[in-house]
């Protein structure tokens, strides 16, 4: 493990940003790549408009388990052929790539296959729902090392934030020692509204003859709508705030600091505003004690958005802030002539696909590849673990265990 020395030096040099080269089927700037996209709800359909506005991409094929979704999908991309099974999607030879924006706990199968069919995979974050799953996708990536590009979606990994974060990093002494991150993710919703609620969803489609209900929940449990709509509520489905929001704002740092999986977890929180059937709490706090000797923590709360969403760097010589723009503040007690200062790079909405494409044609490593997002999707299971269990958890990095 990096000493914090090392650590800070890599950062210092520009290292802990730099892509590796990686051999993955190459394709020239005018080669159009064809997607299929699985899981065609909201975010596959944002998704969507995302690889259109990208060059020479577009979107040929999806495969969802809900007929009313696939309908919509194909008002937007009238040509593109529609599957209920995304095993079908996957036989088509053309498709170059493929976007899987289904929840969580249905990744790992369509993951491995894809790569298996020779697919390069654009998945959405997190890896995976539980820890069984994340090692072997990460076994079917290991199999497949080298011929396929691999995207996690933690689209901040390709914000120009994190150009500004590098610039604030050199020298090595303008922050400092590092010992804390701090981040916030407060959200607020209109009176009888809850956080995630989707009740207009929740129609006279949503029916057994409509959904491929056996595929979703793998439990054996009986038909529910309520859960298919609202899975983000749903241990089994997903992991509330934590892998919906925690997951961006740490893989952002995760790369921007080349940070390890934590020595320990404790999550804290509770329903304390919407007891509404959810599971996953609404208001919550959670501490990582990573490794390279410093606490990351995040709070994180659906009632109130005064505190917003925001980051801070703590050093001893200075504190680096992320909201909507970078900011630098000098620790005036070691660095008394230096000054504030605010970053300026700018990203467009679609830069961390067309990052993903740019991956594929230049034979490159993606700004957020899958040894990355398998620190964040570990990260985030030991925080839900430690809530759920109400105790602190830590990382066994012999037997890659949570115990």
Not at 31 to 41: C, N, S
Not at 139 to 160: E, I, L
Not at 168 to 175: G, M, N
Not at 291 to 314: I, T
Request: proline share 5%; charged share 25%.
């Amino acid at each position: 493990m990096d000493s914090r020395r090392h650590f800070l030096g890599k950062v210092a040099s520009g290292l802990a940003g730099t892509l590796a080269s990686v051999p993955a089927r190459a394709m020239g700037a005018n080669d159009r790549i064809r997607f299929g996209i699985i899981g065609a709800g909201d975010r596959g359909l944002e998704l969507l408009n995302q690889i259109r506005v990208c060059d020479n991409a577009e979107v040929v094929a999806f495969a969802d388990i809900y007929t009313k979704r696939i309908e919509k999908a194909a008002g937007f991309a009238p040509e593109a052929v529609t599957h209920s099974d995304y095993r079908r999607l996957l036989e088509d030879d053309s498709l170059d790539a493929v976007v899987i924006a289904t929840p969580p706990h249905l990744h790992a199968d369509p993951f491995r296959d894809a790569l298996d069919a020779g697919k390069h995979v654009y998945v959405e974050k997190t890896l995976a729902h539980t820890l069984d799953d994340v090692k072997q996708m990460r076994a079917a990536f290991a199999k497949h090392r080298g011929r396929q590009v691999v995207q996690v979606g933690h689209q901040a990994c390709s914000f120009g934030h994190m150009a500004d974060v590098a610039q604030f990093l050199t020298p090595a002494d303008r922050v400092g020692n590092i010992s804390a991150l701090v981040m916030r993710n407060y959200r607020n919703t209109p009176r009888h509204k809850p956080q995630w609620a989707r009740p207009a969803l929740l129609t006279a489609d949503v029916t057994p003859q409509n959904v491929a209900w056996n595929h979703f929940d793998r439990d054996g449990r009986a038909f529910d709508a309520n859960r298919l709509i609202h899975w983000r509520y749903f241990w089994e489905y997903a992991g509330g705030g934590v892998s919906e929001n925690m997951s961006q704002q740490l893989a952002f740092w995760y790369r921007a600091l080349g940070l390890q999986i934590p020595r320990s977890a404790t999550m804290s929180g509770g329903i304390y505003l919407w007891n509404d059937g959810r599971e996953t709490p609404d208001t919550m706090d959670v501490a990582l004690d990573q490794p390279e000797q410093m606490l990351v923590s995040w709070s994180s709360g659906f009632g109130n958005n005064q505190l917003g969403v925001a980051e801070d760097l703590l050093g001893s010589h200075g504190t680096i802030s992320r909201g909507n723009h970078v900011r630098y503040t000098p620790q005036k007690v070691n660095r008394p002539e230096d000054a504030d200062r605010m970053g300026r790079a700018s990203h467009p909405p679609q830069a961390h696909m067309q990052n993903f494409l740019d991956a594929i044609r230049d034979r490159r490593e993606p700004n957020c590849p899958f040894e990355l997002g398998w620190r964040v999707t570990v990260a985030c299971l030991m925080a839900v673990e430690s809530y759920r269990a109400g105790r602190t958890v830590r990382w066994n990095p012999e037997t890659e265990e949570i115990v």
